[in-house]
Protein backbone atom coordinates (compact mmCIF):
# COMPACT_ATOMS: atom_id res chain seq x y z
CA UNK A 1 0.00 0.00 0.00
CA UNK A 2 1.22 3.92 -0.59
CA UNK A 3 2.40 4.93 2.48
CA UNK A 4 2.24 8.76 1.46
CA UNK A 5 -1.42 9.47 1.81
CA UNK A 6 -2.25 6.64 4.30
CA UNK A 7 -3.71 8.75 7.16
CA UNK A 8 -5.89 10.46 4.47
CA UNK A 9 -7.10 7.57 2.75
CA UNK A 10 -7.98 6.08 6.28
CA UNK A 11 -9.64 9.21 7.09
CA UNK A 12 -11.65 9.24 4.00
CA UNK A 13 -12.48 5.66 4.33
CA UNK A 14 -14.45 5.90 7.77
CA UNK A 15 -16.32 9.67 6.05
CA UNK A 16 -18.10 7.22 3.07
CA UNK A 17 -18.73 4.77 5.55
CA UNK A 18 -20.25 6.96 7.49
CA UNK A 19 -21.96 8.06 4.11
CA UNK A 20 -22.86 4.49 3.56
CA UNK A 21 -24.12 3.01 6.53
CA UNK A 22 -26.46 5.45 7.83
CA UNK A 23 -30.46 5.56 7.20
CA UNK A 24 -29.68 9.39 8.55
CA UNK A 25 -30.61 12.59 6.01
CA UNK A 26 -27.77 12.93 3.57
CA UNK A 27 -27.35 16.44 5.81
CA UNK A 28 -26.76 14.25 8.60
CA UNK A 29 -24.84 11.67 7.18
CA UNK A 30 -22.20 15.00 5.49
CA UNK A 31 -22.16 15.83 9.09
CA UNK A 32 -20.42 12.24 10.50
CA UNK A 33 -18.60 12.11 7.21
CA UNK A 34 -17.04 15.37 8.22
CA UNK A 35 -15.12 14.45 11.11
CA UNK A 36 -13.14 11.98 10.04
CA UNK A 37 -12.47 14.21 7.19
CA UNK A 38 -11.44 17.02 9.43
CA UNK A 39 -8.81 14.87 11.05
CA UNK A 40 -6.91 15.33 7.64
CA UNK A 41 -4.71 18.78 7.15
CA UNK A 42 -3.97 19.94 4.01
CA UNK A 43 -0.22 20.07 4.81
CA UNK A 44 0.02 15.91 4.24
CA UNK A 45 -0.70 16.98 0.62
CA UNK A 46 2.30 18.93 0.43
CA UNK A 47 4.31 18.20 -3.12
CA UNK A 48 1.02 17.38 -4.64
CA UNK A 49 -0.59 20.56 -5.84
CA UNK A 50 -4.02 18.74 -7.66
CA UNK A 51 -4.93 17.07 -4.13
CA UNK A 52 -4.08 19.91 -2.23
CA UNK A 53 -6.39 22.00 -4.31
CA UNK A 54 -9.46 20.24 -4.19
CA UNK A 55 -9.28 18.99 -0.50
CA UNK A 56 -9.26 22.71 0.09
CA UNK A 57 -12.35 23.76 -2.09
CA UNK A 58 -13.64 20.55 -0.41
CA UNK A 59 -13.36 22.16 3.30
CA UNK A 60 -14.16 25.42 1.60
CA UNK A 61 -18.05 23.84 0.58
CA UNK A 62 -17.72 22.64 4.11
CA UNK A 63 -16.84 25.88 6.14
CA UNK A 64 -16.49 29.18 4.90
CA UNK A 65 -15.75 30.64 8.34
CA UNK A 66 -12.24 28.90 9.07
CA UNK A 67 -12.24 30.07 12.91
CA UNK A 68 -13.87 27.08 14.40
CA UNK A 69 -13.83 24.95 11.11
CA UNK A 70 -15.59 21.80 12.50
CA UNK A 71 -18.73 23.44 14.34
CA UNK A 72 -19.18 25.75 11.32
CA UNK A 73 -18.26 22.37 9.44
CA UNK A 74 -21.74 21.05 10.91
CA UNK A 75 -24.23 24.34 10.64
CA UNK A 76 -23.21 24.40 7.31
CA UNK A 77 -23.80 20.50 6.19
CA UNK A 78 -27.31 20.82 8.63
CA UNK A 79 -28.35 23.83 6.45
CA UNK A 80 -27.42 22.25 2.53
CA UNK A 81 -30.17 21.12 1.10
CA UNK A 82 -30.26 17.74 -0.78
CA UNK A 83 -28.61 18.61 -4.23
CA UNK A 84 -25.48 20.58 -2.51
CA UNK A 85 -25.14 17.52 0.41
CA UNK A 86 -25.21 14.85 -2.47
CA UNK A 87 -22.58 17.32 -4.29
CA UNK A 88 -20.54 17.33 -0.98
CA UNK A 89 -20.71 13.51 -0.48
CA UNK A 90 -20.16 12.85 -4.30
CA UNK A 91 -16.72 15.35 -4.21
CA UNK A 92 -16.08 13.23 -0.94
CA UNK A 93 -16.13 9.93 -2.79
CA UNK A 94 -14.08 11.40 -5.50
CA UNK A 95 -11.13 12.87 -3.03
CA UNK A 96 -11.11 9.13 -2.14
CA UNK A 97 -10.76 7.46 -5.48
CA UNK A 98 -8.08 9.88 -5.98
CA UNK A 99 -6.05 9.01 -2.98
CA UNK A 100 -5.66 5.52 -4.35
Known amino acids: MDELHAHAREQFF?????LA???DSIQARVIDATQ???E???????GDSE???KFARLLDLLALDQDDIEKTAEETAAHMTDFEAIKVADLMCD???DLG
Open 14 to 18: AAIRA
Open 21 to 23: ASA
Open 36 to 38: SIL
Open 40 to 46: VTIDEFE
Open 51 to 53: LKI
Open 95 to 97: FYY
